[in-house]
């Protein structure tokens, strides 16, 4: 696999982990919000530099101990044929996995599960399922989406879902839809939106929801889940 980037030492993607975050090339959804579009645009991809299986593995073999978790993420995952054959390499060197992933590739979720490659699932819900194409910015197939949630839901592995409170896309309404959506599960997480770096230049520079309307939220549906937060 090449790889469109390497952050070396991460305290906050793996909960409860040392960690190092690698990041793949592409994604099959367009949300206008994402802060990765030199992941995700073709165009933007071409200039990126590439880093290679070898060399994120050699990182990992260096830090031997002292690196407890790789998270992968993107772009989107799951999109590649050879991810499975790259995490058995890095479980050899006794390394655990956090995958984050769009939920649209249930059938590779399913079997990167069952071959207990992933430790950790991280699932973003975009939207209701009647704003889920607005959100993604593409045509959803949403019977993926309910089957990647169904599936985390088994309990296999662990996971958690998140929203990202993207503005003028999602209201209090559409959270409280997603909530009766996925629940019960243990985990929800709510994110806050930057608009710093946007794959859509309309929604850069965009302020987010008000602090008090998301803390509001927040209380309203942590009786619903076991860790709810805002991050």
């Given at each position: 696999?090449?790889?469109?980037?390497?952050?070396?030492?991460?305290?906050?993607d793996?909960?409860?982990?040392?960690?190092?975050?690698?990041f793949?090339?592409?994604?099959n959804?367009?949300c206008?919000?994402?802060?990765?579009p030199?992941?995700?645009?073709?165009?933007?991809?071409?200039k990126?530099?590439?880093?290679?299986e070898k060399?994120?593995?050699?990182?990992?073999?260096?830090?031997?101990?002292?690196?407890?978790?790789?998270?992968?993420?993107g772009?989107?995952p799951?999109?590649h044929?050879?991810?499975?054959?790259?995490?058995k390499k890095?479980?050899?060197?006794?390394?655990?996995?956090?995958?984050?992933?769009?939920?649209?590739?249930?059938?590779i979720?399913?079997?990167?599960i069952?071959?207990?490659?992933?430790?950790?699932?991280?699932?973003?819900?975009?939207a209701?399922?009647?704003k889920?194409?607005?959100?993604?910015?593409?045509?959803?197939s949403?019977?993926?989406i309910?089957?990647?949630?169904?599936?985390?839901?088994?309990?296999?592995?662990?996971?958690?879902?998140?929203?990202?409170?993207?503005?003028?896309?999602?209201?209090e309404?559409?959270?409280l839809?997603?909530?009766e959506w996925?629940?019960?599960?243990?985990?929800?997480?709510?994110?806050?939106?930057?608009?710093?770096?946007?794959?859509?230049?309309?929604?850069?520079?965009?302020?987010?929801?008000?602090?008090?309307?998301?803390q509001f939220?927040l209380?309203?549906?942590?009786?619903?889940?076991?860790?709810?937060?805002?991050?």
């Amino acid at each position: 696999m090449f790889f469109g980037g390497l952050q070396r030492t991460t305290l906050v993607d793996y909960p409860g982990k040392v960690a190092a975050t690698v990041f793949t090339f592409g994604c099959n959804f367009r949300c206008p919000n994402c802060h990765n579009p030199e992941l995700v645009l073709p165009e933007l991809i071409e200039k990126q530099p590439r880093i290679t299986e070898k060399e994120v593995l050699d990182f990992l073999k260096s830090r031997q101990g002292l690196i407890e978790g790789l998270c992968i993420t993107g772009g989107e995952p799951t999109m590649h044929s050879d991810l499975g054959d790259f995490i058995k390499k890095v479980k050899k060197l006794r390394v655990q996995v956090k995958l984050d992933t769009n939920g649209s590739f249930p059938v590779i979720l399913k079997k990167l599960i069952n071959q207990y490659l992933i430790d950790y699932v991280a699932m973003d819900v975009k939207a209701p399922p009647e704003k889920y194409d607005i959100a993604t910015g593409v045509k959803v197939s949403l019977e993926d989406i309910k089957k990647s949630i169904n599936l985390l839901k088994e309990g296999k592995v662990n996971f958690e879902f998140r929203t990202t409170l993207v503005p003028n896309i999602l209201t209090e309404d559409d959270i409280l839809k997603i909530v009766e959506w996925i629940k019960p599960a243990s985990q929800y997480f709510l994110q806050r939106f930057r608009g710093k770096k946007t794959l859509s230049p309309e929604w850069e520079g965009l302020s987010g929801w008000p602090e008090e309307e998301m803390q509001f939220l927040l209380e309203k549906i942590k009786p619903y889940f076991k860790n709810c937060a805002l991050r």
